[in-house]
Every structure is written in C-alpha cells, then in structure tokens.
C-alpha cells in the first residue's frame, strides 16, 4: 500500500464499506479480501492497529473486516493481548456479533495463548449473557476442523460445565453448539458428558447433542 498509516487505512476501508451497493457478508468480505492483499506486505503491528480500530467500533461491517483481517495474520493475532480482547467486546450486545468474535477472535486468541484459561471461565461467571455466551462460542475455534482446531476436550467441557446450569436461552444454544462441535472429533467424551449431566442439562441440549452423537445431524429427521 502507498501508506503505512493505520487511520488512513482505517479511513480507506470505511469509505468502500460505506460504498457498497447492498451490505451483506459476501459483499463485506469481498472488501476484506482486497484489503488482506493489499496488507499482505505490512507488518504485523500495522494490521493489529488497523483491526483494533475497526473492532473498536459498532458498526457491523467493520467488525467483520477487522476480526477477519486480524485472523488471517497468525503474526498479528501473535501480538493480541487480553486488555485489546476485553476492549474489543465492552460493546457486544447481539447475538451476530457475539458469535462473529467468538469463533474468529476470541476463540483463536485463546488457542494461540494470547487469552488465559482464567480469562474465559471469567465470563462463564459474568452478569452479562453475552459475555457467558462468548465463553462457549470461544470453544468452537479449539476443535472446527474449517477454523483450524485440532481438538481441546479438555477445555471445551470445563468451559460447558461451569455454564451446565444456565437457562438464558442464548447460552443454552451455544452449550449445544459447542457440545456438538465437539462430538465430531470425541464422541465418546461428549456423549459420556451428556450421561453424566444428566438432567442438568437443558432439554434442547440434550437433544440437539443426542441427536448430533446418533446421526450426525443437529435434529433428527
């Protein structure tokens, strides 16, 4: 790029998102794409700082160039840090944008150790539903195959345990989302943690991840 300017940047790619014919995620990501070339030479610091103004802020299409812009530079998610995670996600109040940083950011934050154990089950204790929502969507990065994960029961199933009892209906949806995540590389771990919940888990769970375990579908035909 002709400038190393992070606002410039910054400025270039709200100018064209502001620009789009019609806004949806295919239309936002053939921007990102152009941009994750255009990137491509500059360092790891420039695209941190371009993502952490894009992520800084509320606007949908630029969270979804930021946190995709910063996932395909493993050197700049290297460089993430916990306060950046927590700044980042002060303004997350939906379920699209929950989910969006969970399984890019914040879930890949924490499988490449920029993000503490200690830090996630933090928000499985938080007030916020968001928060406590985010901590399970976090999982799905450790053991999706598409998103680069080589499996975690480990922390996957602490993560689910400590949110077994909740009934917001958000987090009650993402425990069955990352149960089911899960079972596809250990079943056996995840059906054996169904058995064991038993009735503490919600209904939808249970279904949902016995049906996933028996047909490899999240409902039954």
Request: hydrophobic fraction near 40%.
């Amino acid at each position: 790029m002709k400038t190393t300017r992070p606002a410039e940047i910054v400025g270039a790619i709200q100018h064209e998102l502001r620009n789009l014919p019609v806004v949806t995620t295919p239309t936002i990501r053939t921007v990102r794409r152009a941009y994750d070339e255009r990137l491509a030479d500059e360092s790891a610091a420039i695209v941190l700082a371009v993502s952490d103004m894009l992520l800084s802020g509320r606007d949908w299409s630029e969270r979804v160039v930021g946190a995709e812009l910063l996932v395909h530079r493993r050197d700049a998610v290297r460089k993430v840090t916990s306060a950046a995670v927590e700044r980042w996600i002060g303004s997350l109040s939906d379920w699209g944008s929950v989910d969006l940083f969970g399984v890019t950011v914040a879930g890949v934050a924490w499988r490449e150790g920029r993000l503490s154990d200690a830090r996630v089950m933090k928000w499985t204790r938080s007030k916020d539903r968001w928060r406590r929502r985010l901590a399970l969507v976090a999982t799905v990065p450790l053991n999706s195959r598409a998103r680069g994960g080589t499996g975690d029961a480990a922390r996957t199933l602490h993560v689910c345990r400590a949110l077994v009892d909740d009934r917001d209906d958000m987090v009650v949806k993402a425990l069955s989302w990352a149960l089911r995540e899960l079972a596809k590389r250990e079943p056996a771990r995840v059906a054996r943690f169904v058995r064991d919940q038993g009735d503490r888990l919600a209904p939808r769970v249970r279904r949902e991840v016995t049906s996933k375990l028996e047909t490899g579908r999240k409902t039954k035909r």
